[in-house]
Nanobody
Framework: QVHLVESGGGLVQAGDSLRLSCTAS????????MGWFRQAPGKERELVAS??????????SDSVKGRFTISRDRDGDKNKVPLQMNSLRPEDTAVYYC?????????????????WGQGTQVTVSS
């Protein structure tokens, strides 16, 4: 079982930065990949970025490439996956979710991703 808790959302202005954090716990968490998804009102949920515990391989959607950075960190017994978001735009407004799953699930079969956080709201005003 994997437990995910997001934090760091809020209301910012266009051009500002925001840092989200996901704290992951559970005996199998480090055998999975980690991803940040987002869902805006009336839109489908999309993968924003992903990273894996066992390699430096990362993925970014075209809409955030060059502006967002995903990383991984270990703080004692807590596994953290921050998402640094710079140069925010109004179209980045969404609920952001942390998720844990296999490479394939995160990229291509999000309906099968087994573990999700509760989500955190990010609102970017123009």
């Amino acid at each position: 079982q994997v437990h995910l808790v997001e934090s760091g959302g809020g209301l910012v202005q266009a051009g500002d930065s925001l840092r989200l954090s996901c704290t992951a716990s559970g005996p199998t968490v480090r055998s999975n990949g980690m991803g940040w998804f987002r869902q805006a009102p009336g839109k489908e949920r999309e993968l924003v970025a992903s990273i894996f515990w066992t390699s430096d391989s990362t993925y970014y959607s075209d809409s955030v490439k060059g502006r967002f950075t995903i990383s991984r960190d270990r703080d004692g017994d807590k596994n953290k996956v921050p998402l640094q978001m710079n140069s925010l735009r109004p179209e980045d407004t969404a609920v952001y979710y942390c998720a844990s799953g296999s490479v394939w699930e995160l990229r291509f079969e999000q309906s099968n991703v087994p573990y999700w956080g509760q989500g955190t709201q990010v609102t970017v005003s123009s």
